[in-house]
């Protein structure tokens, strides 16, 4: 028998890391072990990151926004900032965040002023704070109404 890829077994890991807060299964066990070559459609979609953040995983269900990230790596640490937008719940995203981050590494710090969260690891912050969709004409106002949009600012302590 072989060994699964480093793909799958990232997959795997993406996928654990994610586990309850995948598509409502919270309260649903995983299986203890997953064949390598069985992993759902989805899996690969829950194995992406914030851009300009390594680490970070992008909750499912959101996406980047029309802002493009901005990434700048000074000598005294990194600064990044990248929006990404879903049609969920700020409690959901929260949930996520606060169950994968330390997972990662990362220890959650104390509550942050209008809902955000922030995290810190080795020298880093990360930020996460909801902010009102921009909206440059009437449609796109309605379209957004129902979306979370979350701002993610990586910066040095």
């Known amino acids: 028998m072989t060994a699964p890829s480093a793909t ?7 996928l654990l890391l994610a586990g309850p807060a995948l598509a409502g299964l919270a309260g649903v066990p995983l299986p203890a072990t997953l064949s390598a070559w069985a992993a759902p459609a989805w899996a690969a979609d829950s194995a992406r990151y914030v851009e300009g ?21 000074k000598p005294a640490g990194r600064i990044a900032q990248s929006v990404m937008a879903g049609a969920m719940d700020r409690n959901a995203v929260l949930s996520f965040y606060n169950q994968t981050m330390p997972q990662l590494g990362w220890s ?10 922030s995290f810190l690891r080795e020298g880093e912050e990360l930020r996460l704070e909801f902010v009102e969709p921009a909206a440059p004409n009437a449609a796109r106002a309605v379209q957004k109404a129902a979306a979370t949009v979350v701002r ?4 040095p302590r």
């Open 108 to 117: 959650r710090a104390p509550q942050r002023a209008g809902g955000s969260a």
């Open 53 to 73: 953040m390594g680490d970070v995983p992008v909750m499912p269900g959101l996406a980047p926004a029309e802002e493009a990230p901005l990434v700048f790596d």
């Open 152 to 155: 993610f600012s990586l910066i």
């Open 8 to 14: 799958a077994r990232a997959t795997l890991a993406a």
